[in-house]
């Protein structure tokens, strides 16, 4: 045992007489002139002197070999930024501990490219490639770039893949370097070779739940057009949002492909739970407290109908809605919708109570030279009971209606690049199904944009219009919920709910044929979840455009829950001589 306890004492004295003999206490300060930025980092990374300056083994003899060697390395590092005239002084200076090596680079003239760059197959063709070559980081005249190089190649390989020509190549890939004529033949050429195209759609799913007639709506493609990875994304994106399935795996049977080079595509399914319930509770100053309660059908058949249910309760409002959607044409967004639904409302201005019943036709349309959500429809407002002012009565409207909707947004929870503009457009005649007649167009808009690192700007626009007499028709019998009225949270602020308009002889507000608002805010992160605000809103409701606006402004604070935005707003309504001041809350998300 004692043997073996000494032969451990010797090895450990032998460990650390071998650390002794190569202990150093040099180090080497290298210092480098004449570079900056990618070329720096380079040199830094290929110089070897740099990489051993902390070396515990370095000795006299070994600090003069590095630097030796420094200005060879030097000038191989900046060769792959095209410099090949580089003149590289060197000084190395002794001191007891600290060496310092210095490197003053001059860096002469860059080589230039003369480039040659060849496209081969059926990517000739395609108008994408050639937008590419037109836009391609190598041409002739420009400083040799070696890391730019690999990129461009990674460009080309990356748009072939994406676009369908699997089995392209490069048949030259050169780089001549001519030091006597200081240039850089550049030589790339690129066979695509064929393109590839979808094959049929091949849907996998348990007990076969939806017709393959109602998947084929979502696909962004038909069986023969050329492959891109965008469609396959988009058709993946519309399965997974479009309520029916938790998971959709999509996979190319691209060893699978027939003569024509057409791939199958593999889509298997699996449906989210048949039911869904919801249920929130919450608080506003519109609104008051308010709750609700939901219910969803996800899939009532294999054609993908759907049902939903949703009961609102809140101090000031009691709602409840049913929808049962049927999908139609060939597109995953267009669909029917049978709506019937049932409101009591009672505001500092109005009470009203509606019955009604709906049809609407949603999909996509290009109008005004933009593609817009459009949806076309009827509502016929079985009755509604109301009082507003002096005026009382029972309604019936048989409403055509249009809508067109535009959104733009990064994030849909909290935006900081986006805008919203949507145009609805309805009315009604005495002799069609309804007691009075009228036409209205509304406009809402809302632009955010981010200002600065934690800043965002947020401008709004509501501009309404109705028109009574060009129908003959009589502005007393139009219900609170044809009219227009401003003020509240989502109008000027320091005003409560619909407390602005026009008014009666008895000074109560009875809302109006037209609406005018406007607002800008300047919102401010402060911290990871919280922000300030400061606004100015400015409008009104009312019967002629001359009439006067009404002005509120304040500050809030928002806090970024998990819920949504929530927002506290302090305002005052500047068009009052006493200043009053409210409180506005809302939850939820700007767009």
């Known amino acids: 045992m004692f043997s073996i306890f000494s032969k451990r004492i010797s090895l450990v004295l032998l460990l650390l007489l071998c650390h002794n003999l190569y202990a150093s206490d040099y180090t080497v300060d290298v210092q480098i002139d004449g570079v900056k930025g990618e070329l720096l980092d380079n040199v830094r990374a290929v110089l070897s002197i740099e990489q051993k300056k902390n070396d515990p083994r370095l000795s006299h003899s070994r600090i003069k070999r590095l630097h030796k060697q420094a200005p060879d390395e030097i000038k191989r590092a900046l060769q792959p930024f095209g410099y090949y005239d580089v003149n590289v002084t060197s000084e190395l200076t002794p001191k007891q501990k600290v060496w310092k090596a210095h490197y003053k680079i001059e860096l002469g003239e860059p080589l230039k490219i003369k480039a040659e760059i060849n496209l081969s197959g059926d990517a000739k063709q395609d108008k994408v490639f050639e937008k590419q070559l037109d836009d391609f980081p190598v041409k002739t005249g420009d400083q040799l770039n070696h890391p730019k190089y690999e990129t461009a190649k990674r460009i080309l390989r990356n748009l072939a893949e994406e676009r369908g020509y699997f089995d392209a190549e490069f048949t030259k890939n050169e780089i001549r370097i001519d030091e006597q004529a200081y240039t850089a033949n550049v030589l790339l050429s690129f066979d695509s070779k064929r393109r590839y195209r979808f094959g049929d759609i091949i849907f996998k799913q348990d007990k076969d739940k939806f017709d393959k007639s109602f998947l084929q709506r979502f696909s962004s493609f038909e069986p023969g057009d050329y492959y891109t990875t965008s469609a396959l994304l ?40 048949r039911n869904k319930y919801s249920a929130s509770i919450g608080y506003g100053t519109d609104t008051g407290v308010r709750g609700s309660l939901g219910w969803e059908r996800r899939y009532i058949n294999r054609r993908g109908h759907r049902l939903s249910a949703k009961a609102e309760w809140a101090e000031r409002r009691k709602s409840a809605t049913a929808r049962y959607y049927i999908p139609t044409g060939k597109q995953f967004d267009d669909f029917l919708a049978i709506t019937t639904g049932y409101k009591d409302e009672t505001t500092d201005t109005s009470e009203s109570e509606t019955l009604l019943l709906g049809i ?178 400015v409008g009104n409701a009312f019967n002629g455009f001359s009439e006067s606006l009404k002005q509120g402004a304040g500050v809030g604070v928002r806090w970024h829950s998990v819920v949504g935005l929530i927002r506290v707003d302090v305002a005052t309504a500047l068009s009052e001589a006493s200043y009053p001041v409210r409180l506005h809350i809302r939850v939820g998300p700007d767009l």
């Open 360 to 537: 609407s036709k949603n999909h996509k349309a290009t109008r005004f030279g933009t593609k817009l959500s459009e949806i076309i429809g009827i509502e016929y407002y079985i009755y509604e009971k109301y009082k507003i002012g002096n005026d009382t009565g029972h309604s019936k409207l048989l409403m055509p209606y249009i809508s067109w909707s535009y959104l733009k947004r990064d994030n849909p929870i909290y935006t900081r690049r986006g805008h919203k503009i949507q145009l609805d457009i309805r009315g009604a005649l005495s002799d069609v199904g309804s007691n009075t007649s009228f036409w209205q167009a509304h406009l809402n808009t809302i632009f955010i944009r981010s200002v600065l690192e934690d800043g965002r700007v947020i401008a709004r626009g509501e501009v309404g219009y109705s028109d009574i007499s060009l129908l003959n028709g009589d502005f007393h019998d139009l219900p609170p919920s044809i009219r227009f009225f401003a003020g509240g949270d989502r109008s000027v602020r320091g005003y409560d709910y619909e407390a602005l308009g026009p008014i009666n002889e008895e000074g109560e507000v009875i809302g109006g044929k037209h609406l005018l608002v406007a607002s800008l805010e300047y919102e401010h992160k402060i911290l990871e979840k919280w922000s300030l605000a400061a606004f100015f809103d």
């Open 234 to 273: 988009t058709f993946k994106k519309a399965l997974i949002n479009s309520q029916y399935f938790e998971r959709a795996d999509i996979d190319m049977a691209r060893t699978s492909f027939t003569k024509d080079l057409r791939m199958p595509v593999e889509v298997s399914l699996v449906p989210r739970k």
